[in-house]
């Protein structure tokens, strides 16, 4: 470069003084929206409301960095409706109920829940909330979540927990619930029942006893094989396959159970698989799932061998007051000393466990209160055909859950950190007493609302010290945030809500019962969109557990990188719907990524903002790119898959904006040989991208993007702006390819030739790329060919 250029290029100094982005800036970015009340949030009339009904996360201990980059997708979805026009309502609620915190405090503060006076343990479930809770809000704040942190609701406070506990009286009146004994799963370490939906599958290694029974009108052996050798007290039935021709002859007759003495009919079945174990089966209550439909089918006594304390009952004789693996071991122990063992077998076993503390489910007939679900099951796949699903192909997790829903829902838990069910009974004739609504009720410890029994008189009552399953709560955001019996106009407009957000994950549960839940309240869905995320995985694609000690704590991540880095390698990182992985250096190479667009920003931040001008023609064709890159990135951003803007912009500043027409317009903008109003178009097309740029990511990194912004362009943040409008022509788009491949091969020759990029060369531009000749002669220093 001679000195005259140097010295040119010294006038140009740039308006962004920072040599690098400082994402410590975030801070006092997030602290000027929050002053501004950018997000403040009321639903006025003339603007079209987009109401999110976001997931209320559970504290229970480190934010999952999976999560994180979930709420700020979940972000995205705001910001980006914001900048479509609408008027969003974006709540921030937290989810304050229930088992996981129950177990987070009890070894936090090294207590046992049922052994801790219940006005204790509540305020020391409560204590540890408030530190969990804090550290998620700043979470929050630290990714730039745009929500209502002003009005913040909890499912714990008064207000929600009485909101649940009318609309549970609501459909107790409306003949929706009932209590019912039935086989039910319950976890023993947890205490309670538990809904289907909360039972996952494991594959447990477990010993298969051969056992031998006797055949009473034969006296000849018949050996059953089984996992639950301590279930033998309850046997009721004995089964074989039809078609299983080893054991015709015993169809009919009776198996004497050993150790009891006890005798039960042997009978054909199908579920009696011939493959499985010697092909005769033994039905107990409870030892699995075809047990309980076996019992149902056949109309079978039960005999209850299990309490809820995990210890056998006075029904297993010798065995009562064990716990099920000491009587297991026992069991099997006289067995062997009585001969009738005749081998053992190690075998994997597909188990149902509890998806929280995961313990092998026991199943336990115990009275619960039920939610009526299967008389719904219709209407609900009527309901989830007609919601509109992001990506649509996940809709198929909602119809699949409920074509396998079998029984209804288990509603009650015997836990103590959670809403009340609001029932009192009456000690002398057990008529329930549910009050009228409108209040928090704690029934385990408030007086019951009737002074006297309506049915027999009676002045003495008890409470149910019973609480609701979690999901009765959170099953119902989407009215609460609706303002739902509390404001009607502004219900009108809420509800119901434009989207919800959740992973998939929890499908089953949360989007299952929030549609059953509200349409039973309201007579329609709760949302008309459902966006279903995919879930963060280790780097190797495997889930994150605490156990495995894989899990990635967010917050350093966040220290060290910024929030941008963080969303933009979030979004960049799957397609909306996919399981992605969390991995340290992707987030560094999503950082890289804001490093040069902010080496853009500061470049052109060196020249005057140019009103418009006559643009010369590598403006027109990096205009028509520009306007060829809004309408992909808004094809994204409608269906909310931030993965395509993300991966559009990046694509267009790294392979095309910057290695291109950045080094064509170099000469022009820094004035040299060109006239003032050659230089001006230049100025002025710079600009227009970076410009077009800026408000175009601005829901992806909307820290950065409000930075420069508010540097260069306006008083006000970019967060008041709308998306870009894809204003230009396309059609110098047409000179693309054969531009980007003679810079290339310019390129190429220089550097087979050990040529800096400024050395001149003599060669032609082509034919095709005339209109271009002027900057890409001085672009590449071409001398034309003798
Ligand atoms: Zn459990
Ligand atoms: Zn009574």
């Not at 997000?39 to 999110?52: A, E, Q, S």
């Not at 609701?468 to 106009?489: N, P, Q």
């Not at 309408?631 to 990046?650: L, N, V, W």
């Not at 991208?689 to 408000?695: A, E, G, N, P, Y």
Request: aromatic content about 12%.
């Amino acid at each position: 470069m001679s000195s005259k250029e140097n010295e040119n290029r010294r006038k140009f100094e740039p308006k962004i003084k920072e040599k690098r982005w400082n994402h410590q800036f975030e801070h006092d970015i997030f602290e000027s929206w929050q002053k501004a009340r950018l997000y403040g949030l009321k639903l006025n009339k003339g603007k079209r409301p987009f109401v999110i009904d976001t997931p209320p996360p559970y504290p229970s201990g480190t934010w999952h960095i999976g999560a994180v980059a979930q709420y700020s997708q979940i972000d995205m979805i705001a910001r980006t409706s914001r900048m479509l026009g609408a008027q969003v309502l974006f709540p921030i609620g937290i989810d304050r109920n229930g088992l996981p915190v129950e177990i987070y405090t009890e070894s936090l503060y090294k207590v046992k829940m049922r052994e801790t006076p219940r006005e204790e343990f509540i305020e020391l479930c409560r204590k540890a909330l408030d530190e969990l809770e804090s550290k998620m809000l700043e979470t929050m704040k630290r990714i730039g979540l745009s929500g209502d942190y002003e009005s913040k609701y909890r499912t714990d406070e008064p207000a929600y927990r009485k909101f649940t506990q009318s609309s549970f009286i609501e459909l107790w009146k409306r003949g929706l619930i009932y209590e019912a004994s039935r086989p039910n799963n319950f976890c023993h370490d947890c205490g309670t029942t538990i809904a289907d939906a909360e039972v996952e599958y494991k594959e447990l290694s477990t010993r298969l006893a051969y056992v031998n029974f006797k055949v009473k009108e034969t006296g000849e052996n018949l050996i059953i094989a089984t996992t639950r050798p301590e279930l033998i007290c309850s046997c009721q039935l004995v089964i074989v396959n039809p078609t299983d021709s080893r054991y015709t002859q015993v169809q009919g007759k009776h198996a004497i159970l050993p150790i009891y003495g006890r005798e039960v009919e042997i009978k054909p079945h199908p579920s009696a698989q011939p493959d499985f174990g010697s092909g005769v089966v033994m039905v107990c209550s409870y030892g699995d799932y075809t047990d309980v439909l076996l019992f149902r089918e056949l109309g079978l006594n039960e005999i209850i061998a299990t309490g809820q304390d995990g210890r056998l009952t006075k029904e297993a004789g010798q065995y009562k007051e064990l716990t099920i693996a000491d009587a297991r071991n026992r069991i099997i122990e006289d067995l062997k000393a009585q001969g009738l063992l005749v081998r053992m077998e190690s075998i994997k076993h597909r188990t149902p466990v509890c998806s929280r503390s995961g313990t092998p489910i026991e199943i336990i007939p115990m009275k619960e209160y039920y939610l009526k679900q299967l008389d719904f099951l219709p209407k609900l796949k009527e309901l989830a055909n007609k919601i509109v699903f992001y990506p649509n192909t996940n809709r198929q997790i909602l119809l699949d859950w409920l074509n396998s829903i079998a029984i209804d829902w288990p509603i009650s838990r015997r836990r103590v950190y959670a809403t009340e069910i609001p029932v009192w009974y009456c000690m002398m004739c057990g008529q329930s007493i549910v009050p009228r609504g409108g209040e928090y009720y704690q029934p385990w410890k408030d007086p019951a609302p009737v002074a006297k029994c309506s049915n027999c008189g009676s002045t003495e009552f008890e409470g149910d010290p019973r609480t609701f399953d979690t999901w009765m709560d959170s099953s119902i955001s989407a009215l609460f945030i609706a303002k739902y019996k509390r404001d009607k106009t502004f219900f009108k407009r809420a509800y119901p809500a434009t989207i919800r957000p959740q992973g998939k994950d929890i499908v089953r549960t949360w989007l299952h019962y929030s549609i059953l839940r509200c349409y039973q309240l309201t007579g329609r869905a709760p949302f008309s969109h459902a966006w279903i995320a995919g879930l963060g995985m280790d780097e190797q694609g495997q889930a994150m557990h605490k156990s495995r000690g894989n899990v990635v704590d967010p917050l350093p991540i966040l220290e060290k990188f910024g929030a941008d880095s963080f969303r933009f390698w979030s979004a960049s990182e799957a397609t909306h719907g996919s399981d992605f992985r969390c991995s340290e250096l992707r987030i560094a190479g999503a950082h890289k990524f804001l490093t040069k667009l902010w080496n853009l920003s500061r470049f052109i931040s060196s020249f005057p903002y140019a009103k418009n001008t006559t643009p010369m023609a590598s403006d027109k064709w990096i205009l028509s790119e520009l306007a060829k890159l809004i309408e992909r990135s808004m094809a994204g951003y409608r269906e909310f898959d931030f993965f395509i803007p993300a991966s559009e912009i990046r694509d267009f500043v790294w392979e095309t904006f910057a290695s291109h027409y950045l080094e064509m317009v170099k000469p022009r903008a820094y004035g040299q040989g060109f006239t003032k109003s050659q230089q001006r178009a230049a100025w002025y097309t710079l600009h227009t991208v970076l410009k077009t740029l800026l408000l175009l990511s601005a829901p992806l990194i909307p820290f950065m993007t409000d930075y420069v912004w508010r540097q260069l362009y306006s008083k006000h943040s970019v967060h008041v702006e709308g998306l870009p409008k894809p204003v230009w022509s396309r059609a110098y788009s047409k000179y693309t390819e054969q531009m980007l491949n003679f810079n290339k091969e310019v390129w190429k020759i220089k550097e087979e030739r050990n040529l800096a990029l400024r050395d001149s060369l003599e060669m032609d531009v082509p034919k095709g790329l005339k209109l271009f000749e002027t900057d890409l002669i001085r672009m590449h220093s071409l001398t034309p060919k003798a």
